[in-house]
């Protein structure tokens, strides 16, 4: 649990910079409608119950607008100078910049808002990972999720091997076993801000026919041959 909250922890200060996506300034004129945003708007893919005020204020009350939000999501108008971001978020996952418009009588103003739709870690693999004794070999594992989950390894991996989180998503075992065979179950823990995910796998060491170095001989069967 400590180790998945360190993680955790990590992805919070990353999150705002790894997004993908910046909100743009937009150019109003003294007297135009005035917008209050919140800071993004954050929403999970799949889940709803999540909605962001926007509030415009001005005379006459400016009506709100806004464009291109993700597929699910919607824009409740209010009557009043305000309205709401919410919905259940279809997909894809991913930092979306839009532009909200407020406008009355003596004008408008645009702002720009970042619409994030979140989603939690799953792994992309499930078998065992395979090594082959004294031959050296990298071993990608991925986890799906936005934003990227940060993966961690607990358990003890075969003499000469390593694990190391790439930080985008995907982790690497790599490394020349120095014997075999063997077997060693780990955890590898996939998490980011929406959840995380454990998986628990294997790590194989096998022993190759010819890890001697001496020459493979392969049987091949006797008897008349066929006419092709």
Known sequence: MVLVMALLLGLLGLLAGASGAVAAPYASA?????LTLPEAADFVLGRGGTTYLI????????AVGVDRLPAGLRLVVHGDG???????????????????????????????????VQQGPAFLHRGPLTFVAGAFASLPIRAAG?????IALEGDLPAGLSFTDNGDGSATIAGTPEEGPAESP?????????????????????VRPDVTGGPVTVARPTGPRRAP
Do not use: H
């Not at 509030?55 to 400016?62: L, S, T």
């Open 30 to 34: 003294p007297g135009d409608p005035t």
């Open 55 to 62: 509030e415009a204020d001005g005379d006459p009350v400016p």
């Open 82 to 116: 305000s309205a709401s971001i919410e919905g259940t978020p279809t997909g894809p996952a991913g930092s979306t910049a839009v532009a909200v418009t407020a406008q009355n009588g003596e004008g408008s103003t645009t702002e720009a808002l970042v619409v994030t």
């Open 146 to 150: 936005f934003p990227a989950p940060g």
């Open 186 to 206: 780990v955890t590898l823990t996939a998490v980011n801000v929406v959840s995380d995910v454990a998986l628990t796998t294997t790590v194989r060491v096998v």
